[in-house]
């Protein structure tokens, strides 16, 4: 069967792309191996984020005193997250099916391997096109230790099919996936160790927002270990888990229920049959230039499978630069803006530079900085906890860098991503009205700081 283009996988990258092909005027093929959606509305984004809703109401209960309350008595029942949870990503998912369908984006079902740079085959039909973009996202990692491969290891996938909230969790990475699970399982009552090889927590993000993020979640009662390296995993005669770590040179235990192996992800590679099509590839993934394409012209890879950035709007936004460049047709897509959160509770959020980026490049900055403690609607909200943090470039005073902790992180920064994509200087940002009492206030202090 031909079409204008074929898509494999139908993940943000793959399945966004196919709806706006369509819109355009390409007849789309869609191939995808698992449910609609993909990682991020499965596995991935949507559930998590359903289930920080849940600890986020639970930490509202348990702090109410503070508020109106006098006394909270509640239960935590953990199949009432797993089936509202359920109920969300189903909901959306008939949505990206009902969407599919009315763009009339050919769906096929089943996992696709390329014959050679034009066809691709899925259980023997053959599907033809002269532009393919792969898609197919990515998988847990695990660590090359004992024990590490067993079935009581969770990884993300995993730990959303467990039933009940572990006693005691043990989290190997402190990265943004283990510090989401770390920060949901506290909450809703697990005692929870996180372990992390690195020095400091979530190695992308601002070190001025790491160590603040570590001091609020250790003030949550969830002991953080840098620096330490797992070396084995056992389960002991009472279905105990023994986790194995060293620190500074010595070896220490944590004894466990259940363990989540979150140290990160490895594109999805094999099996596609890139040889036959002369795709360059290797565990990173998929090498592309700017508009996202292969050492194969036609080829495009785009989302998790390219190993550029992790994030579903940077899977879709990279699926739209690849469909301009087929089209022949620019646009002004800035892949050094993109947002990006934590949705830890305190939330954090950045967009462009950190101040260590900035200083490995050599260039001359100026930083402003806030403190929600200062801003009446964070302490209207009972929300004193957070810090943010602006980087101006020091001869433009363009907004750089934006990192922030604390309530509606995600959203602060994506209000300096969008800030930063319309060129704002400190200056210009100092001139614009920000409304009051808002969070928002937090970045015009900052600015003016
Ligand atoms: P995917 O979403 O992984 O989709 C790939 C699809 O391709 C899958 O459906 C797969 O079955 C299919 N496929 C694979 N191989 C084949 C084949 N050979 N043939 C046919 N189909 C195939 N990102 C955020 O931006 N915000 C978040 O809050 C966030 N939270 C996350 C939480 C967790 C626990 C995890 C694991 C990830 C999270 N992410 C988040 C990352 C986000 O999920 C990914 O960046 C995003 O899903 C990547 O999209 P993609 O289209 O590249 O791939
Ligand atoms: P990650 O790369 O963010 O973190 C992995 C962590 O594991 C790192 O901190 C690393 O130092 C640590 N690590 C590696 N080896 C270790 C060892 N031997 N012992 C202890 N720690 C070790 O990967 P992740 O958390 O698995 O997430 C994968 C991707 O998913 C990320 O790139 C992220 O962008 C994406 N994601 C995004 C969101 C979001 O946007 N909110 C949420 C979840 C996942």
């Not at 993940?11 to 092909?21: C, D, F, I, M, V």
């Not at 029942?77 to 008939?94: P, Y």
């Not at 797992?230 to 259940?258: A, F, M, P, S, W």
């Not at 994509?421 to 100092?430: E, I, K, N, V, Y």
Request: proline content about 3%; glycine content about 10%.
């Amino acid at each position: 069967m031909h079409s204008d283009l074929i898509i494999i996988g139908a993940g943000p990258g793959g399945y966004e792309t196919a709806l706006e092909a369509a819109a355009r005027g390409l007849s789309v093929t869609l191939v995808n191996g698992g449910k609609l959606g993909g990682t991020c509305l499965n596995e991935g984004c949507i559930p998590t984020k359903c289930m920080v809703r849940d600890a986020s109401v639970a930490m509202t209960l348990r702090d109410a005193t503070e508020f109106c309350a006098t006394e909270v008595k509640y239960d935590i029942d953990f199949n009432k997250v797993i089936t509202r949870r359920e109920g969300v990503v189903s909901q959306l998912r008939d949505g990206v099916a009902m969407l599919l369908k009315k763009a009339k984006v050919n769906v096929v079902d089943g996992m696709a391997k390329f014959k050679d740079s034009n066809i691709i085959e899925v259980d023997g039909q053959e599907y033809d096109a002269p532009h393919i973009i792969i898609a197919t996202g990515s998988h847990s990692r695990t660590l090359p230790v004992p024990g590490a491969d067993s079935e009581w290891v969770l990884d993300s996938t995993g730990i959303l099919n467990l039933e009940f909230v572990p006693a005691e969790l043990v989290v190997v990475g402190g990265g943004v996936i283990g510090m989401e699970f770390a920060s949901v399982f506290a909450a809703l009552g697990s005692k929870v160790t996180v372990i992390e090889y690195m020095k400091q927590i979530l190695p992308p993000f601002d070190s001025d927002i790491t160590k603040r993020l570590k001091q609020s979640l250790s003030k949550r009662g969830i002991e953080i270990i840098t620096g330490a390296g797992v070396t084995r995993l056992e389960q002991n005669y009472e279905y105990k888990i023994d986790v194995t770590y060293t620190l500074k040179g010595e070896e220490h235990h944590k004894l466990c229920d259940n363990v989540l192996m979150a140290v990160g992800r490895g594109a999805n590679v094999e099996g596609l049959g890139l040889e036959n099509a002369g795709v360059a590839y290797s565990t990173k993934g998929i090498p592309v230039d700017d508009n996202m394409q292969t050492n194969v012209p036609g080829i495009y890879a785009v989302g998790d499978v390219n190993g550029k950035m992790m994030l579903a709007h940077a899977a879709t936004a990279q699926g739209r630069r690849a469909l301009n460049h087929i089209l022949g047709e620019s646009d002004n897509i800035n892949f050094d803006i993109v947002p990006s959160a934590v949705f830890t509770i305190p939330e954090c959020g950045m967009a462009g530079l950190t101040e260590e980026q900035c200083k490995e490049r050599g260039m001359a900055i100026e930083t402003g900085k806030s403190f929600y403690r200062a801003n009446g609607k964070a302490l209207a909200m009972g929300e004193a906890d957070g810090y943010c943090k602006l980087i101006f470039a020091k001869e433009s005073g363009l907004l750089i860098g934006a990192h922030i902790m604390g309530a509606d992180a995600a959203l602060l920064a994506q209000q300096c991503a969008d800030l930063m994509s319309l060129g704002a200087t400190r200056q210009r940002m100092r001139d614009i009205i920000f409304g009051h009492p808002t969070l928002s206030e937090i970045i015009l202090v900052a600015a003016q700081s």
